[in-house]
Structure formats: C-alpha cells, structure tokens
C-alpha cells in the first residue's frame, strides 16, 4: 500500500481535531480519576549514545522456546549474566519497534529479551485446542511463562501499547518478578465493567477500530485488508513519523500469524465486554479491576505527537506509589515511541533501574 497522501488543509484540519479528541478525552479521564501533579523532567542523554531512528533493521538470528501455553520466538541481545530487560510491542507493530532500542541496551551490559507476543511472527500455540484469549492478564501470564523459561527471576519490563499494559498488570500482580517498569502512556490496565462508560463524540472517534472490530464485518475487513489496515492506524497514531514502506514491511510480516486476526478481535471485543475471557483468570481479573496502585519504580513516557488516545498524566500520576518519574518526549514523537525515538526510550530503561 502506498504512503496515505493528504492536502495540507485536511492535514491541519486532522491534526487540529486529534488535539481536541485527546483534550476532550483527557477532561473525562481527569473527571473520573481525579487530578493529580505530575513529576517531570527533560531526558538526560548522557548515558545512552545518540543514535538515528532506523539505524538497524534486523535482530539478526531469533530464537525459540517453549513457555507456559506458547511456542514463543523471541530475539535476544547482550550478555546472559547481564540485568535483564523485557521490551514489550503492542498493536499493530512486533519486536522491530525495539531494533534500535536493543542494541543500545545490549552494549550497556544488559540481557535483552524481546518476545513477540501472542497472535504476532513466529509465537505459536502448543495446542490447537487452547482458547485465543487475549484478555490482559492472560498476555502477562506469557511473560511470566517466558521469564520462567529463561531462568529470570527478575526484570525490567519495558513497553508500548498493549506491551505497556502487559507491563502495568505483571508490575501490579507479580511485583517481585519486575525490578522496574518503563510504561509508554501510563497506566494502562482496565476492565470491561469500567470500559461501559461511555466517551464523548471526539476521543470515541480516535477508538473508531475497537468498534469497527466489535462487529463480524469489522472481523471480515481486517482480515481482508491487514495491511492497509495496519498502516492507516500507524499514520493515525504517528501522524509526524515519516516512516517508509520497508520499516512497515518488517513489521507487516508479524501479522500473518494464523492466529493475529482471532487475538486482534479478542482483545478488543474483550475489553467492551462483548466477548468472554477464561474462567481460570478470573481471580486475576478481579484483582486488576481495582485498579490497584503499581508500587515498583516506573518511568512513564508520553511522546508529544501521540495520535492515539491517552490519558494526561495527571490522570494516572496516583496510580503509582512507588518511586516515579514522568518524561514527555518532544520532536514529534508518536505512539511508537521505543521506535520513533529509541534513545529516550533506552535511557528510560537504564534510569529506571538505579531508582
């Protein structure tokens, strides 16, 4: 699919509305969370080397391991006795949102771990049996597995999107297996009792795709245009990164998982309540439905072009009671953040860890 060309009118006239739709979103999240100060201060890059977006293009060789219900693929970077990192990718990107953000990392002296998730490239299924569950607790639930199969007791997890929120519910359910966590957006875990609250007309517009896959057409048309598809959300939700066709070709290729369309659904429809999760989670899904406070130490990072919908970070600021900091990374940044600017989500990572 060509790059999606728009005139400067409609552009302006895009970017003007996306602003209003977070902002107006924002206001609902303040009113039902409660307004609170956040920390903030500008990245310091002294640590981490500067390095150019897109600098690398492949993990090299990956690898592969049996972990809880999955066959996961997995690349890896630096020493094996080294503090181990897991980055985690959301939707619709895979592990080569992090290409450059590993090496950085490797070279410092960390175990870097980068899975691909449930639905996405070489991660498989051990059963043709098992449910294609993507509710939240059962993707942190893969982590766990995976942190088990690797003998790591302990890491720093570190995320976007849904890896973001993976990170927020293995933080809040299993503190001990997380040294630290760097969450882009914030926090992130939810439920579908409290997703019944309805949005205002503009931020409901920007989660037009969580609708669109609540019906069987929606289902049908992600299937049968994935890559445009995939693409258009990419635009949307980095409207200033000047990606090209092969950096999402890389990605792309993740998504023919014979799985990725079932789970894309699942999570979705999941979250709204129009679909059901696992009775074996349930105690799990109680426990987050609190929305408990995250007490490990966190790093949050917010990129200031974001084109999907977030949250303030006032809104979420007491939802983390342990050391915290709130970094908003500028230049255009969007959603993609460890992607878009990989050297201030690699510093993140490093600083979290001295907390």
Not at 281 to 301: G, M, N, Q
Request: with cysteine; aromatic share 12%.
């Amino acid at each position: 699919m060509n790059t999606i060309k728009m005139n400067g009118k409609i552009n302006h006239n895009r970017r003007r509305f996306l602003h209003n739709a977070t902002m107006t979103f924002a206001a609902a999240e303040l009113a039902t969370i409660g307004s609170a100060d956040a920390q903030s201060s500008r990245v310091n890059p002294a640590q981490v080397p500067q390095i150019r977006p897109g600098t690398n293009t492949s993990f090299g060789s990956l690898k592969q391991i049996n972990a809880g219900l999955l066959n996961v693929g997995y690349a890896e970077a630096g020493p094996a006795d080294g503090p181990a990192v897991v980055l985690l990718h959301g939707w619709p990107y895979d592990i080569h949102s992090f290409v450059d953000v590993t090496p950085l990392l490797a070279s410092a002296g960390y175990r870097v771990i980068v899975p691909y998730l449930r639905g996405y490239g070489s991660t498989s299924f051990l059963s043709n049996d098992t449910f294609r569950n993507a509710q939240q607790s059962a993707v942190a639930l893969d982590m766990i597995a995976l942190m088990d199969a690797l003998k790591i007791q302990k890491a720093t997890v570190a995320g976007f999107d849904w890896g973001a929120r993976t990170a927020d519910v293995m933080a809040t359910l299993w503190p001990e297996r997380c040294k630290a966590i760097v969450s882009v957006s914030g926090y992130l875990i939810s439920s579908p009792a409290g997703n019944q609250v309805p949005l205002p007309p503009e931020p409901a517009f920007l989660f037009w795709y969580q609708y669109y896959f609540a019906t069987p057409v929606g289902k049908a048309g992600y299937a049968k245009y994935l890559d445009q598809f995939n693409k258009f959300i990419w635009h949307q939700a980095s409207p200033k990164w000047n990606f090209d066709d092969a950096t999402y070709d890389r990605t792309a290729a993740s998504f023919k998982n014979p799985d990725h369309v079932d789970i894309v659904m699942h999570d979705y429809r999941w979250r709204l309540g129009l679909a059901d999760g696992e009775p074996k989670y349930d105690e799990l899904e109680k426990r987050l439905a609190a929305l408990p406070p995250i007490t490990v130490p966190t790093i949050t990072l917010e990129g200031d072009a974001n084109g999907a919908i977030h949250a303030p970070s006032a809104a979420y600021r007491n939802r983390f009671s342990g050391k915290y900091e709130y970094r908003l990374i500028t230049g255009g940044v969007g959603h993609n953040l460890p992607q878009e600017a990989p050297q201030a989500f690699a510093q993140a990572v490093v600083d979290v860890g001295t907390f």
